[in-house]
Structure formats: C-alpha cells, structure tokens
C-alpha cells in the first residue's frame, strides 16, 4: 500500500514538473527582441544609418501587421528592436555588443554595418551562442566551418566580388590592366582576387599598388598609373577613396578606356553630389538594388513596392538601405521556419532555405560556413543621359546584361 | 622623367597648401605657447561653411574667402575672451589648453554632424572651371593653382603684418618674451586676441581650398588634420611662423614621392618626420629653441 502510494506521489510530481518545464519551454516571449548597433559618427556612419534605417523599417512594417510569425509558437509575435550608437568604433561596438547579448538578452543580433564593425561581433556572438545575422560585414575570415553562428545575409564575402569583372576583362581580352587598391581587408582581398583571376588567363597586370586606406589625394597615383599606359584602370576603395580618386581623375585631365570604382553602384547619390555625374561617365562598377533589380522575387516586396512604401519615411533607398531591409526579411524567414525557438534551429533552418528564397536583394544562399554565395555582383557601366544625368547598363553578365558596354570610353 | 618631374612640382604644391594648414597652428603657439588641439577642427569648420556659400548660395570659394575670415574672425574674439586669459593665468595653461582645446573640438565635431550630417561632402574642382594649366611640360587641375596662390597671398601677408607694421613687431615681441612685452608696454592681451583670431582664419582659408587639394570633408577629419599641421610646425620650427612654409614643403614634396614609389607607406609619413626632428634637430629645421620658451 505504502509502495503503491509513493509510487503515485512520484508520478504525479513527474507529471507536474515535465508539464512545468514544457510550458516554460513553450511559452512565447511578448515581443521577439532584435538587438543591433548603428554608427551616428565617423567614417561608417552614412552606410551604418542607411542600414539601420531599412532593418528599422522592416520592424515597423512586420509590427503594421502584427508582429512577425513565428512558427515554434504558432503565431505572430511583435517587434523589438534595441539599438546602440557605437559610434564607428570597435571597442564601443565590442561593449555594446555584449551588452545587447548579456544584459538585454536579445533573441536575434544584427551586427553594424561593413566588415570592420562586425569583426567585433563575430566571437562575441560565438562565445555566447547567439546567431549573428550579418548584413554587410563581407571579410572571408568570419565564416569558418566551426562557427555556426554567423550568417551573411546581403553581399558575397569581398573577395567573391570581382568574379563577373574579371571574366569581363578576361572575355573583352583587354591586355594592359592597371589594380589600384586602398590596404585593408575588404579592398585588398577583391584585388587579391582580381589579380591571380587575370594572372591565370595570361594577362599580368602593368600596375598593381596598395595605397593607404586614407589616401585623399589621387594626383600623383594617377600619373604613376599612366605612365605604364593602362587600357583600364581598376580602383578598389571605400567611399571616400572613390570620391578623392573620381574627383582626382576629373582635374587631372588623364583619360583612360576604362575606369572602374566599387561604390557609385552602391552609394550614387553620395558620390555624385561630391564629384557631378560627368566624372562618372563610362565609369564601370558593381551595381547593387536598387540599381540592379531583380524580378524573380518570392519572399518579402519587390524592389518597386519597397520604394514605394519607403517614401513615407521621407528618406531615399539606397543599397544599404535594401541591405538592412533585406536583413529582416532573413530574420522574418528564419523566424517562419525554425521549428523550435532555438539559436542553433535558426541556423539550420536558415541552412534548409538557403537557395530557395529570393529577396529584393537576390538569391539568398550560404554555404556551410555562413557565407553568402548566392548573390553576385555584375559589372555595370554609367553613361550620359540628356545634359547633366546618368544612366546606368549592366554589361555582365549575358543574362542580366541591359546594354553594350562603350569601350574605349570617348 | 615625366613622373618624376610631376611629382616634384605636384609636391611643392602640396606643401604650400600644407604651409597654410600649419601656419595658423604655429602663429598661435608663437604668442600664446599653447597648442590649439582644434585647429584641424577650424580647418574643417571653414570647409563646411565654404560647402554650405556654394551649395546654397552658389558663392565661388574665392569669394567666399573674405566671407568666412569674416566670419571667423568674428567667431575667435568671443572664444578668445571666454577661454584664454582664464587658461593663462591657471596654474598648468599648457596642459588645461590640452583639454580645453580638445573639448571645443569636440564640441566643433558635434555640431557640424547636427547640421550637416555625416555625409562627406565636396566642392567639385569645376568650381574653377574644367581648365588646368601646364608647367614643364606636366598638367595640373586649375583649383591647385588658385590654391598656391591664395596660400602664398596668406603668406606675404603674415610676413608683411610681422615684419612692417607696428602691431606686428609688437607680435614678435610677444612671441619672444611675453613677460618682457608686458613690462615695456604692449598690450599683450589684445596682441594674443588678434593672433588668435588670424590663426583661426588662416585655418578657415586652409578648409576653403581643402576640397581641392585634400579632398572631400568630413566632420571627424579635424584631429587627423591636427595631426599633421603638427608634424609641419614642429619639422619648420615651433612658434616660428615663416618656418612652417619649409615644414609644409619639405611635407608636400615627401608625400608626393612616397605616393609616387612607396604608396604604401605614405600614411606613416608625418609620424615618421616628426620622430626624425624630435631626435635629430628637436628646435626645427630653421628654429631658435622656441619649445623652451
């Protein structure tokens, strides 16, 4: 009898704590708190609004309609997002993080725009197991086979960038190539690439020169650059050496058949308020959304209607805006598809859609490592239109071409 | 040949704009023995109001030149007499004009990000027009002739105000010995408060063709700009005005040469002088041994 009685009491007590324990375990959170950092000042600080600008949107819209549907709870949950200014430096960025992972206990973290501010982020979020959705920090070295928490969302990692502009340059058979790149991970890599791309197909670049990331005076590069009489001229920067090397090219007089930059496809209202759209004519470079637009979209608004409901923030879209939009869309799709809410089934269910979901922003697809491969970067080329504005044709690739190429530049 | 000789005169120019950059710097320490940890920030201050006279207002940057050393001689009395005698006559000025210096810059920083925003921002060089101009055979952008110019018109005119006025002997006096100044009757105070305001507008006129020479503006391009006006004062000579143009030179010219052959290197350039005067002529090239005054 006393046997039997205990043998209740234990079961009972069983049953109690397994019903405990799986109600704590499924009890949905009251909002879904995203946790993310933004620069207000310093060199990064107009790519690191604008991205935080599109992820702010993507909360506002997914909230419109109350919340963002999460499946291991069966419904839709509201947004949180919790945002620091770490300034555009490393140690702020490095402190912030970490509190956004110990104390505000977000459960999804969107590092701050490029590679530099995401390098901080990246074995923070590896020591705590917490999933970094990464939207633009591109640098090879944070997507290693043992670090499962860090996904690219937007960009190939830097040194996929030159694909299609070396087969361009490969195909076009162009011989005498002249590499100018600024020395830090992002420009660097892209350059290492190009240059062992061209190597392979027997062409030896005639100029190939790291310059200090904080070079401003191009002057003297260029005329260094021609004396060894490039058919093309290839620039890899960020944005304030693409402006100091476009406005350098324009006073200097020097012509070359073709010149190409990294950041008018990304940043053109920027760079052509500083430089005036003639110094970007028939000047090559890598389109990105929402000067590339791709029309196979199945998850999430197409490029049109994204622009069109951006305008109730009063702002412009440009590509880091569509990069930290696109960045929830991920987040929506992870959220969609992880059957537990779980860091590590947000990673595989990121894994299981990879290559199925097109955005805005292009294919998403990540290999094992985390790294993006799905979307590439074609080669574009501006060209006048009417007195004083541009016009813009993508070269290369053949399938998303939308014009010839006019080379040698007049 | 064709690159060497660009490069030679490319940095003679360059380093008459430098000279400008420095000298508001040095004619500063020269009287008050203070260094103006904000004089990048001034720099940076002039080119975004000469951005703002001809984005908006559509005024050519050599009009706006009388415009803004108005403006910021105006702007420098207020902040000479709210902060200075207060700093000279503490206990450690060298040391609170450290940290007063660098607050205003911050504060500079700020409020230029608040109204500006972060965006760099850039006169084009076809404010001078598309033309260049030719020199020995090499071609240059027409706005870094403008700029020598208007550097070399600063110039005289700190070596004409030094050397033929009255008050500018009185500068010199001061620069000197400020103790023995005060005792033969100048009026030190005003002294120091005019010269304050003449650096503050020689580094406005510095941020005016910046564009041109340096490139686009940014709000935290002050203290890098600091940096180097620095390296140039220190390399002339500390406190010695017409010293910087040497500084300014011999930065120019070394500057063009490593971006001509050792790119990679340029950016270690100003620490790299700095040391190397420090160690082996710490008075500047052309100086008395202002530093121990």
Redo the contacts between chains.
Sequence with gaps: MFRLKSKFIFLSIAVLVFTAVTSFAAKPPKVITIGTLYA????F??SS?SQYRGLKFWVSQVNKEGGVFVKAFNKKIPVKLVAYDDQGQTGTAGMLYNQLITRDRVNMLVADFGSVLTSVAVPLAKVHKVLLFDPTGTAAKFFTPDNQFVVLCSLPTSGQWPYALADFLIQKKIPRIAIIYS?NDFNQSQAVTLHDRLVKAGINPVYY????T????Y???L??IE?TKPDAVIEFGF??ND??FL?GL????LKFKMVFTIFPGQQLQ?IQ????P??LYYTYTYPTPPLLKYNDVNFGPTLDSFEQAYKETGKKVDFLVVAGYNTGLIIEKTLDAAKSFDQLEFRKALAGFSGKVKTLDGEFKIDASGAQVGEMLPVAQFVPQGADGLDMHIVYPANLKTGNEIYPAP | M??FV??II??IM?GIFFGLVGMGLNIIFGVLKMINLAHGDFIMLGSFLAYWLYGFLGINPLVAVPIVAAVFFLLGLPLYYAFVPRLIKSKDPEMLSFILFFGLSQVM??LV?FFF??????I???AFGSA?FTIFGQ???I??LITCLVALGAFGFVYWYLQHTRMGRATRAVMANRDEALVSGIDVERISALVFCMGLVLASIAGIFSF?????S???MGA?LTTVSFAIIVLGSLGDPLGTILGGLIYGVAV?FM??YF??W??ILPYVLLIAVMLFRPEGLVGKAARSA
């Design positions: 207000s000042s310093g060199s600080a107009t609004t020395s020169q790291a310059v200090p904080s070079t401003s005076n002057s003297v590069l005329h260094g004396a944005v304030p402006i100091a406005e324009q006073s200097s007089g920027l308020k500083n430089v005036g003639k110094a | 064709n690159l660009y490069t490319a940095g360059y920083e700020a990000v925003g972060n965006n760099q921002r850039s084009p060089s076809t260049g071609r240059f952008p706005a870094w041109f020479v340096i490139g686009a940014y709000p935290s890098e063009m971006q001509s790119s990679s340029a950016e």
